[in-house]
């Protein structure tokens, strides 16, 4: 069954450093997210991407934040300057089309900033 | 802002029993989202609710929607130790777009032997 793939699993950075997330959508999806998960708390939108372009964005993706489709299969999500509150679990998710059809999720990167 | 309220957050059970966990939502959307996450692991979907009456059942676990009280439901039958999880119910915005799916808290379910 076609899933959704994340790398690395566990990130581990310092503060200020940049560091990248990738993410490879199910093949035939069209529609494209990343979440956060802060340790025991909830699952946050952060941004979904459609053609190219980011489609909507969260107040929680700022300018530290970008999300890119370099070629056809990865999707990445980039944060410039980490934080300690970017610590968190991150999850990509991708689905065919959007309103009606289910968002997959990926198995998450775990990133922490010291 | 979209607000999406689960309760209870926790809940400790037994094997054999029945319950239900509630999820209300501050939005008109139509559309309403039930996954499972074990500890340490991703969110699994369980179902996708799209109009008002909607219910959904798969094995134990039985969803169902209510736009018009924006109020879904993920009822359980005769728990099984199996279905400890962590239940989280989500919403889409209506703002047009890919929209991001909005999560409620999360129902962190025992169910003990």
């Known amino acids: 069954e076609p899933e959704v793939t994340q790398t690395p699993s566990h990130q581990v950075t310092q503060m200020g450093q940049e560091v990248i997330l990738r993410c490879v959508p199910i093949s035939n999806h069209l529609y494209f997210y990343w979440y956060r998960q802060i340790l025991g708390q909830k699952v946050e939108f952060l941004v979904s991407?459609?053609?190219?372009?980011?489609?909507?964005k969260s107040e929680i993706f700022d300018d530290q934040f970008s999300v890119e489709r370099p070629d056809g299969s990865n999707f990445t999500l980039k944060i410039r300057s980490t934080k300690l509150e970017d610590s968190a679990m991150y999850f990509c998710?991708?689905?065919?089309?959007?309103?009606?059809?289910?968002?997959?999720f990926g198995p998450g990167t775990r990133l922490t900033v010291l | 802002e979209l607000k999406v309220e689960q309760n209870p957050l926790f809940l400790s059970m037994q094997e054999g029993k029945n319950y239900t966990i509630y999820c209300n939502y501050s939005?008109?959307?139509?559309?309403l989202y039930w996954y499972r996450q074990d500890p340490g692991k991703s969110l699994e979907s369980l179902f996708v609710l799209l109009s008002n009456g909607a219910v959904k059942q798969e094995g134990r676990l039985m969803a169902s929607l209510d736009t018009k009280a924006r109020l879904s439901t993920l009822h359980i039958t005769a728990a099984v130790h199996d279905l400890s999880a962590t239940y989280f119910c989500?919403?889409?915005?209506?703002?047009?777009?890919?929209?991001?799916?909005?999560f409620g808290k999360g129902t962190h379910l025992i169910i003990q032997p």
């Open positions: 989500a919403v889409e915005g209506d703002g047009g777009g890919a929209d991001g799916l909005t």
């Open positions: 998710a991708s689905s065919i089309g959007p309103y009606t059809d289910t968002q997959y």
């Open positions: 939005t008109t959307s139509d559309r």
């Open positions: 991407f459609y053609n190219n372009e980011i489609s909507e």
